[in-house]
C-alpha cells in the first residue's frame, strides 16, 4: 500500500528497476462503509479532564467531578482502546498485545464501528487530546505531545503543521481564551 501525493492510499506493483524496486500506483483503494458507522467521532471521544472549576456565589473557587463516559459503546474491547488513547497509548501494538490481537484486527474494529481507517482515527483522537490540552494547561509542548500519544514534540509540531498549518504554540495562543487554564483539571 502506498499513498498518492494528497496522502490517499493506492494499490501499487513493484517493478525491477536498474537499481532498485520502483512501486507503480495501479488504482486509488479506500474503503467505505455501505451505511451509515454505528459510532460518530464525536460520541467517542473520552475527554482527559476529570474535574472542572465553578465559582460559587461568593466568588470562591471550587473543582467538581465532570462526568465522563468511559465506556461511550457498550463494547468492552472498543471501549477499552478508546480508554487507551485517552490516557495518552503511544504503541497500539501494545495493547494489541495485551489482549491478544493483531494491529489489522483493531483497525477492523474501527472501520466497522466507526467508518474510519484505523491510523485516520488514531490521529484524530491524538490532535484533540493535544489541541485540549494545548488550550486548558500550561504544560509544555513535550509534555502535551508525550500526555496525548503523540510522542515528541517535533512529531507535534509536524502533525499540527499538518493539521492546522500552525505550530503548535502558536495554535495554543490562536483558541486559548480568558480564563481557559485552569479551566479543568487532569
Known amino acids: ?70 465506556a461511550p459503546t457498550g463494547i468492552r474491547m472498543f471501549d477499552a482502546y478508546l480508554q487507551y488513547l485517552a490516557q495518552g497509548g503511544l504503541e497500539v501494538q501494545t495493547f494489541a498485545d495485551q489482549h491478544g490481537l493483531r494491529l489489522t484486527d483493531i483497525d477492523s474494529m474501527v472501520f466497522v464501528l466507526t467508518g474510519m481507517r484505523g491510523i485516520d482515527f488514531r490521529m484524530k483522537y491524538q490532535v484533540r487530546l493535544a489541541d485540549e490540552l494545548l488550550r486548558y494547561t500550561d504544560m509544555t509542548v513535550a509534555e502535551v505531545a508525550k500526555r496525548s500519544g503523540i510522542g515528541s514534540a517535533n512529531n507535534l509540531y509536524l502533525t499540527f503543521k499538518r493539521e492546522f498549518n500552525l505550530a503548535p504554540g502558536y495554535r495554543r495562543l490562536r483558541v486559548r481564551q480568558d480564563g481557559d487554564v485552569g479551566r479543568f483539571r487532569l
Open 1 to 70: 500500500m502506498g499513498r498518492d501525493g494528497d496522502g490517499n492510499a493506492w494499490k501499487y506493483r513493484q517493478a525491477k528497476k536498474r537499481g532498485g524496486w520502483l512501486g507503480i500506483p495501479r488504482e486509488f483503494t479506500e474503503r467505505k462503509l455501505k451505511d451509515e458507522p454505528q459510532f460518530k467521532f464525536e460520541d467517542l471521544y473520552i475527554s482527559p479532564f476529570r474535574q472542572q472549576r465553578k465559582y460559587s456565589e461568593d466568588g470562591a473557587v471550587r473543582y467538581v467531578d465532570v462526568e465522563r463516559r468511559t
